[in-house]
Nanobody, 126 residues
């Protein structure tokens, strides 16, 4: 079992940058590939980005390519989502999730992630 706690959300203006973090505890962090998902008000949760166990491979949703970067620090048991050039449509609750296996092109599949954090809210507004 792994426990996940997100942090770093807040209110920012369009065009700003923000980094959210997800700290893991419990079982070895390197046993898991990690993903970020988000849920905007009134919408279904959607995939944002994923990273493999070692950090050597990543996947991004088309909507965030070139703007968001996922990374991880296995020594610190933490995964990050660096968000640049934020838009109002990026407003959502951001969740991190853990998957025992690297999903590759199927990293967007939520049912592959067995452990989820409680989310951190990001609001992009002028």
């Amino acid at each position: 079992q792994v426990q996940l706690v997100e942090s770093g959300g807040g209110l920012v203006q369009p065009g700003d940058s923000l980094r959210v973090s997800c700290a893991a505890s419990g079982r070895s962090f390197t046993n898991y590939a990690m993903g970020w998902f988000r849920q905007a008000p009134g919408k279904e949760r959607e995939f944002v980005a994923a990273i493999s166990h070692s950090g050597s491979m990543t996947r991004n949703a088309d909507s965030v390519k070139g703007r968001f970067t996922i990374s991880r620090d296995n020594a610190e048991n933490t995964v990050y989502l660096q968000m640049n050039s934020l838009k109002t449509e990026d407003t959502a609750v951001y969740y991190c999730a853990a998957n025992r296996f690297w999903g590759g092109s199927k990293s967007y599949q939520e049912d592959k992630y067995r452990h989820w954090g409680q989310g951190t809210k990001v609001t992009v507004s002028s």
